[in-house]
């Protein structure tokens, strides 16, 4: 199960607000907002679910192992403006 740090971390690297986010995986912004809080707030799995696979399909791989949990952007992606962010990030002021 993914946590609310990936999801935040995950946000960061495509630089989507949680509107955005919200939007691509069909939930309520209120849902991903208690997804995301620190508090752990409870949250359906299928609304978990959706949001997982949104960030999958923008290029994000989710990454648990025997010292934590992590994200890690992956430049091969479905969505077009996922892929236009990620090179502006990717280049150096001139």
């Known amino acids: 199960m993914i946590t609310g740090r990936q999801v935040r971390a995950a946000r960061a690297l495509l630089n989507w607000t949680q509107e955005r986010l919200a939007e691509k995986a069909l939930v309520a912004l209120t849902a991903l907002k208690r997804l995301e809080s620190e508090r752990g707030l409870g949250v359906q799995e299928g609304t978990i679910d959706q949001v997982r696979r949104a960030l999958e399909a923008a290029g994000i791989l989710f990454i648990?192992?025997?010292?934590?949990?992590?994200?890690?952007?992956?430049?091969?992606?479905?969505d077009p403006q996922a892929r236009q962010n990620a090179g502006r990030r990717g280049r150096s002021p001139s």
């Open 64 to 78: 648990e192992s025997g010292q934590g949990r992590g994200v890690m952007f992956l430049h091969e992606t479905s």
